[in-house]
């Protein structure tokens, strides 16, 4: 079984900064993975795309996060990183990793369990 396995949330004071890693895990020897990104949904709003990377590293970022977070990847870990730098307090939210995966003969839309980012004022 494929499964996103995220790591890195946590409490940080506006300004500061943290790094999401997402590792896709399990049967990863007959997979292959395409497009990966980072979502977050804030209580009481629907979930948005932060950040989205391409196998072969084109990146497109949401307009409120563009110049402060970068997302980058490592294709032979089949991880992604989000680096969150000069964070506000609405950037406060549960951070989803997203994967295209081809597995079992077919591509499927994979997504991790989600990791709190809380950024206080």
């Known amino acids: 079984q494929v499964q996103l396995v995220e790591s890195g949330g946590g409490l940080v004071q506006a300004g500061g900064s943290l790094r999401l890693s997402c590792a896709v895990s399990?049967?990863?020897?007959?997979?292959?993975?395409?497009?990966m990104g980072w979502y977050r949904q804030a209580p009481g709003k629907q979930r948005e795309l932060v950040a989205e990377?391409?196998?072969?590293?084109?990146?497109n970022y949401a307009d409120t996060v563009k110049g402060r977070f970068t997302i980058s990847r490592d294709n032979a870990k089949n991880t992604v990183y989000l680096q969150m730098n000069s964070l506000k307090p609405e950037d406060t939210a549960v951070y989803y990793c997203?994967?295209?995966?081809?597995?079992?003969?077919?591509?499927?839309?994979?997504w991790g369990q989600g990791t709190q980012v809380t950024v206080s004022s």
């Open positions: 997203n994967a295209d995966i081809w597995w079992r003969g077919q591509w499927g839309d994979y």
């Open positions: 399990g049967i990863i020897l007959s997979i292959s993975i395409n497009d």
């Open positions: 990377i391409t196998s072969g590293g084109t990146t």
